[in-house]
């Protein structure tokens, strides 16, 4: 009965130790739940009414991918008023929301912050995270792949779980 115990408590950390390691890959979390809030900040614009009814709009830019590796970021929705605030980042008010093609619609699948260059010549650092130059922008840029797992990391700036951009 002793060994029986043991070797319960045993599996049960195991599964404890492979469950939070887990958890720390699916979920992606940021370490002060930070994403967490993202989350729930963000939650309603799995609808794309409501992010448009919150001014989010199409800035005009195409659905980017990188078909050399065949991973996708897919099409943006963009609030210009949290665009230009002189570069001044809330998590809970991300300048971007990213979306994937899916079944004739978009599905939330990230969202992104943005900085002008013009705002901060320097690399800006946001979540603990050096920023990524998008020259042709001029933004600074940072995902964040909190609607879909990203299997290179949770900031980067492409997804191989999203699809390549549609074919016109």
């Known amino acids: 009965m002793r060994r029986e115990g043991l070797r319960v408590a045993v599996a049960a950390a195991a599964v404890a130790l492979v469950g939070g390691f887990a958890w720390a890959g699916t979920a992606q979390a940021h370490s002060d ?17 409501e992010a448009r009814a919150a001014g989010y709009g199409d800035p005009g830019l195409p659905c980017f991918d990188s078909p050399s590796t065949n991973q996708g ?6 609030n210009g008023n949290y665009l230009n605030d002189g570069g001044a980042l809330d998590p809970l008010h ?12 978009l599905k939330l699948v990230a969202v992104e912050y943005l900085v002008k260059m013009s705002d901060s010549p320097d690399r800006p650092t946001f979540l603990g995270q050096k920023m990524i130059p998008n020259d042709a922008l001029g933004l600074w840029t940072l995902h964040a792949w909190i609607w ?13 779980n999203v699809p390549l951009c549609p074919k016109a």
């Open 33 to 49: 739940h930070t994403l967490d809030k993202v989350r729930t900040a963000t939650a309603k614009f799995h609808s794309t009414a």
């Open 148 to 160: 879909r797992d990203n299997p290179d990391g949770l900031f980067q700036s492409y997804n191989a």
């Open 94 to 105: 991300p300048e971007a929301l990213v979306y994937e093609e899916h079944q004739g619609g």
């Open 73 to 78: 970021m897919g099409f943006h929705l963009v």
